[in-house]
């Protein structure tokens, strides 16, 4: 790794909560570079939990993820538990694949709604079914209309 960790803390030392907040803002100001590896061991040392405990581990990497993507790193977990920061040619494809994956959320959005049998609503769960509904299907033939054109 070409950038520098900061040191976790010790198991006698109080943290602030939640760790996986403070693990991701260590990360994020260690200036990490696209291909860094984060270490297993650093990163259980942060949030006090081993990846061992995949889904304790496994949710609190997840949330990590949401934060350092803010910054543009997308974070693979490799098989020990360690972190790769992906290259940029995989934010790509991530991208990609999310749109793929909000634009068919929007479809079965819009089929539900509708389908939803409206007579069996009160008035205000109507309108809001409709509004609900003419958003997403808004949303949708803008997102259809730009992949057509991207």
Request: proline fraction near 5%; aromatic fraction near 4%; hydrophobic fraction near 40%.
């Amino acid at each position: 790794m070409k950038s520098t960790l900061p040191q976790p803390p010790t198991q006698d030392q109080a943290i602030k909560l939640p760790a996986w907040r403070n693990c991701a803002e260590a990360i994020a100001s260690a200036a990490i570079d696209y291909g860094d590896t984060i270490p297993a061991s650093w990163v259980s040392a942060w949030l006090r939990v081993s990846p061992a405990e995949q889904m304790r581990y496994g949710t609190q990497i997840s949330k990590i993820r949401a934060r350092l993507e803010e910054d543009g790193f997308y974070l693979i977990q490799k098989e020990d538990g360690s972190l790769l920061v992906a290259q940029p040619e995989h934010n790509v494809s991530k991208v990609a694949q999310r749109n793929r994956a909000s634009l068919k959320l929007l479809k079965r959005a819009v089929l539900l709604g509708e389908s939803t049998d409206a007579s069996k609503l009160d008035d205000a769960n109507r309108r809001l079914l409709e509004h609900e509904n003419n958003k997403a299907a808004t949303r949708l033939a803008l997102m259809g209309r730009r992949a057509l054109a991207g």
